[in-house]
């Protein structure tokens, strides 16, 4: 096994707790901005909004590597994987202000100085 999915399966380890009333999935970014593939745990307490976002992983984009990381983290676990892609962002239809699920509960919007 590489380095790369040594490291990625040891942070997964240590941050999937499998906590009874939790949800977990896997998130993996192809991030063309910094030219890497990031990995991330999400984590959802039942009952609530807000989620937790661990990162597990980045790495170069190298489309070979990343092959052989994503074999040994579908040998390794049964979660399931969110795939994003930054070459097709969504803007969500209007400027958010107030997002109170994501950990934000101020008012985000431009304030200037009088």
Not at 75 to 82: K, P, R
Request: zero cysteines; a neutral charge; charged letters at 20%.
């Amino acid at each position: 096994m590489i380095r790369q999915s040594k490291t990625l399966i040891a942070n997964l380890d240590a941050k999937f707790l499998r906590k009874y009333g939790w949800r977990y999935h896997l998130l993996i970014v192809d991030n063309h901005f910094l030219n890497q593939y990031l990995f991330f745990l999400q984590s959802y307490k039942h009952g609530t909004k807000l989620h937790y976002s661990d990162d597990l992983l980045e790495m170069p984009h190298d489309k070979a590597l990343y092959g052989q990381v994503l074999k040994d983290l579908k040998a390794h676990t049964n979660l399931s994987i969110e795939y994003r892609d930054t070459h097709h962002l969504v803007h969500p239809g209007t400027d958010i202000t107030f997002d109170a699920s994501h950990g934000h509960a101020f008012n985000t919007s431009y304030h200037p100085e009088a």
